[in-house]
């Protein structure tokens, strides 16, 4: 299993570009999760899914876009890019029961780094 | 709204040194996680704790739930330089999210 897996690594946008953030999953987790982590900070909820087609808003979700179409994918579409987006934004996956037994472990991705300018 | 607060913000110990970290909350938990961010990494799951006292370990690191339930701790034994990230406790917040504290940044001096 290659596990969460996103794209791009890195990316620069100017101010006022729009762009998708992709995240995949291979682990057939209902769930699934975007943060982002500014320099120095802790993780903040952007938006979440608990399964295909039902999202819901997380701690930081302005500017911000996400879908779910299918249980493999979550994309973070960002609108309008602005120098306070400048982040690293993680996407991750968990599930109620995982091999582990254990509830909600949540796996991350390795993020994209995105600097607004 | 649901609050985490997590002490030290950083902290520098020699390798050998013993470390802590303490996550703590305003309300009572139904359980609390525990992961590690290397740096430019991602964070990485290390732990569950659900009962209320519950101590756990994992090699050189030991894993405490309160007894009220409000809070936890993370301590490691003899660090080593393969230690050094960031710890995050991670509390439920309703069936499906979870909020981050801000994190422990540790770094080991050789």
């Known amino acids: 299993n290659a596990g969460v897996t996103q794209t791009p690594k890195f990316r620069i946008l100017k101010i006022g570009q729009s762009m998708t953030l992709q995240c995949t999953q291979d682990m057939n987790h209902n769930y699934m999760y975007w943060y982002r982590q500014d320099p120095g900070m802790g993780l903040k909820l952007i938006y979440y899914?608990?399964?295909?087609?039902?999202?819901d808003k997380g701690e930081v979700p302005n500017g911000y876009n996400v879908s779910r179409s299918t249980t493999e994918d979550f994309p973070l579409r960002l609108e309008l890019a602005a120098p306070s987006q400048t982040s690293v934004y993680f996407c991750a996956s968990s599930s109620p029961w995982t091999s582990g037994g254990i509830a909600y472990e949540q796996y991350f991705g390795p993020g994209t780094r995105l600097t607004v300018t | 709204g649901q609050q985490v607060m997590q002490i030290p913000q950083y902290q520098h110990v020699q390798e050998g040194e013993d470390f802590t970290t303490y996550c703590n909350s305003s309300?009572?938990?139904?359980?609390i996680q525990w992961y590690k961010q290397r740096p430019g990494g991602h964070p990485v799951f290390l732990i569950q704790l659900v009962k209320s006292g519950e101590v756990k370990k994992q090699k050189r690191l030991t894993f405490q739930f309160g007894e009220a339930k409000k809070n936890s701790s993370l301590h490691i034994t003899a660090t080593q330089t393969t230690d050094v990230g960031t710890y995050f406790c991670a509390l439920r917040s309703g069936t499906y999210k979870y909020i981050f504290g801000t994190g422990t940044r540790l770094k080991v001096l050789a």
């Open positions: 309300t009572t938990l139904s359980n």
């Open positions: 899914s608990v399964g295909a087609g039902i999202t």
